[in-house]
């Protein structure tokens, strides 16, 4: 007999409900602990290819292996018990063909258990994203600016501030709905382009730097905590970790010199003996 567990997790038609509902949460994890703090907050948690940069501190996603965000997709989903955990695709491990797509999304799903995967692209990926989700993988987009894409748009610049840009991220968005994704992260686009999608579609946004009128937000956990050392516009720092983090490890060093840690109460005594 099966046992279930008491929480039940959201899943991506949960996800998809809340179109032109309650702001959709979501953030960032790439750990067990992180995320079961994010698991209280939030309905989503990504497990983004930005962990490259954020905990490896690589200059793009681009280098992220596959084996990099099942790893950590792994740590999510043990410290998660109810938020939808998204794990990212790493670049090269998706586009060359859908059939590479479904095999490598299966690996994800069946080797982290997540709840569904996320692919960056437009109108290029609909036939790749139909071709998932009629296969039991739940897509979510991602559009705007696509950071796998560093090295054929030359910088991480916002999209879609020049009206001209605007048909070409709108077609994209609406190729993704159709498509069968369950919702679309847009990540640094002009307000009022993101506003307007957001109107034009079935599923939900998530934004990145888009609008308030989105159907949801996204931000790096790292960048929003103040533990990133720059951050782009559209971040709001809503901590000072990297300040905690650098108190605590100037007492510990200060402590370890002045042979002040570790004090009594952190050694182990002799046992004392029977009479
Ligand atoms: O990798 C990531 O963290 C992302 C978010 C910025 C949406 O894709």
């Known amino acids: 007999?099966?046992?279930?567990?008491?929480?039940?997790?959201?899943?991506?038609?949960?996800?998809?409900?809340?179109?032109?509902?309650?702001?959709?949460v979501c953030l960032t994890s790439y750990h067990a602990h992180t995320a079961a703090i994010a698991d209280k907050h939030c309905d989503v948690v990504l497990v983004g290819d930005s962990l490259g940069m954020v905990m490896h501190g690589l200059e793009t996603t681009v280098p992220v292996t596959l084996e990099m965000m099942i790893l950590q997709g792994r740590?999510?989903?043990r410290g998660s018990k109810r938020a939808l955990v998204v794990v990212d695709m790493p670049f090269g491990s998706y586009e060359a063909s859908k059939e590479q797509a479904f095999m490598n999304c299966?690996?994800?799903?069946?080797?982290?258990?997540?709840?569904?995967?996320?692919?960056?692209?437009?109108?290029?990926?609909?036939e790749t994203i139909a071709f998932l989700t009629e296969r039991g993988?739940?897509?979510?987009?991602?559009?705007?600016l696509t950071?796998?894409?560093?090295?054929?748009?030359g910088s991480f610049r916002a999209q879609g501030r020049e009206i001209a840009e605007w048909d070409r991220h709108e077609a994209d968005a609406k190729a993704i709905a159709e498509a069968g994704a369950f919702?679309?992260?847009?990540?640094?686009?002009?307000?009022?382009?993101?506003?307007?999608i957001t109107q034009e579609i079935a599923i939900p946004t998530i934004g990145i730097g888009a609008s308030s009128a989105c159907d949801g937000q996204v931000l790096v956990m790292e960048d929003m905590l103040g533990l990133s050392p720059r951050v782009p516009k559209f971040v709001k720092r809503y901590g000072d970790v990297a300040l905690g983090i650098d108190k605590a490890i100037a007492a510990y060093a200060a402590e370890v010199r002045s042979r002040a840690f570790p004090g009594p109460e952190h050694v182990y005594p002799m046992k004392a003996k029977k009479p």
């Open 137 to 144: 993988v739940p897509v979510m987009g991602h559009i705007g």
């Open 106 to 126: 299966a690996r994800v799903l069946k080797e982290t258990g997540c709840g569904a995967i996320k692919v960056e692209g437009g109108s290029r990926m609909a």
């Open 147 to 153: 950071p796998q894409a560093i090295n054929v748009i």
């Open 183 to 196: 919702s679309i992260v847009i990540e640094a686009v002009a307000e009022p382009l993101a506003r307007k």
């Open 75 to 77: 740590a999510v989903m």
């Open 1 to 24: 007999m099966s046992v279930q567990s008491e929480v039940r997790r959201l899943t991506a038609p949960d996800i998809r409900a809340h179109k032109g509902g309650e702001p959709i």
